[in-house]
């Protein structure tokens, strides 16, 4: 399996020449991301989505976050200029009978909003410090869409975003589907500055909206590793970022489908909805004798 490997600032425009420049630095890369530390994990926390075809998921796991993300501050969307209204229903949330969540974007009316999608967390149900996090997740496709496994420090209402930290275990660009992004923003660096501090993964000749793939963080004091699919492709440390480092506390999770804001921009009119982010499994380890 071939990968793309370079280390930008999350408000990078891919260029056609920069992807060239990339895909002739692959084979001097593939040493440098193998693992070189083998670890042992427990697994601590799990859900499946086992169920019936239009089920919702287990409440004790997860709370819905609902609506169009508006407040004084940042305006609608929440914070990156989205489009969407996020809601509980089955149509934009629910078990597809066949072991997956569901995460549906649709064009409608719904709320003020010309989009709905879904957004739900473990906010006060489930957070861990440290650990390997991982999804097994087919991404939907198209210009516009922005889905997402991510986690956000459990502090947020005592000291606010980006001062809680967030680790966005893989983001996506609907419009670039052979790419994912790993990321972290923390005070002073972050998304609404323009300089979080981020690395592609990607395929040369393979789409990540054709098939399932697992993505993972493996996390410790000083340190979180990104992986797809057990290969790592990018080391974080305290030295990496240009600010403080948040992320010795704990986390929950959060899993959405965001349609445009300020990392993927509006849809494309050939872009065709509904779209779905299909989750396998989310899995939560601690490392056996940490």
């Known amino acids: 399996m071939n990968f793309l490997n370079i280390k930008k600032e999350i408000n990078l425009i891919l260029s056609g020449a920069l992807l060239m420049i990339v895909g002739l630095a692959l084979s001097s890369c593939e040493n440098e991301n193998e693992l070189d530390v083998q670890r042992e994990w427990q697994l601590v926390w799990e859900d499946d989505f086992d169920g019936s075809a239009g089920g919702s998921v287990d409440p004790a796991n997860w709370n819905f976050d609902i609506g169009n993300g508006c407040d004084s501050e940042t305006g609608c969307g929440w914070g990156n200029r989205e489009l969407q209204y996020y809601t509980n229903r089955p149509e934009n949330v629910s078990l597809d009978g066949q072991g997956n969540l569901a995460i549906t974007a649709r064009r409608e009316n719904f709320g003020g909003a010309a989009y709905t999608s879904a957004r739900i967390t473990t906010k006060d149900k489930f957070d861990q410090q440290y650990g390997r996090f991982e999804a097994r997740i087919k991404m939907p496709w198209g210009p516009g869409l922005w889905p997402a496994f991510w986690m956000l420090g459990s502090n947020i209402d005592l000291v606010s975003w980006p001062q809680c ?15 994912v992004h790993g990321t972290v923003h923390g005070p002073g660096y972050n998304g609404s500055l323009g300089n979080a501090v981020s690395k592609l993964y990607g395929f040369e000749n393979d789409r990540f909206d054709v098939d399932f793939h697992v993505f993972a963080i493996e996390w410790g004091e000083g340190y979180i590793d990104y992986l797809v699919d057990d290969t790592r492709y990018f080391r974080i440390e305290p030295e990496d970022v240009p600010g403080e480092w948040v992320y010795d506390h704990p986390f929950f999770l959060l899993l959405n489908v965001a349609v445009g804001g300020n990392f993927v921009g509006f849809p494309a009119p050939g872009t065709e909805f509904p779209q779905t982010m299909l989750i396998d499994y989310v899995r939560v380890y601690k490392e056996i004798n940490q």
Request: glycine share 14%.
């Open 165 to 179: 930290g967030e680790i966005d275990v893989v983001e996506y660009r609907g419009q670039e589907p052979n790419l």
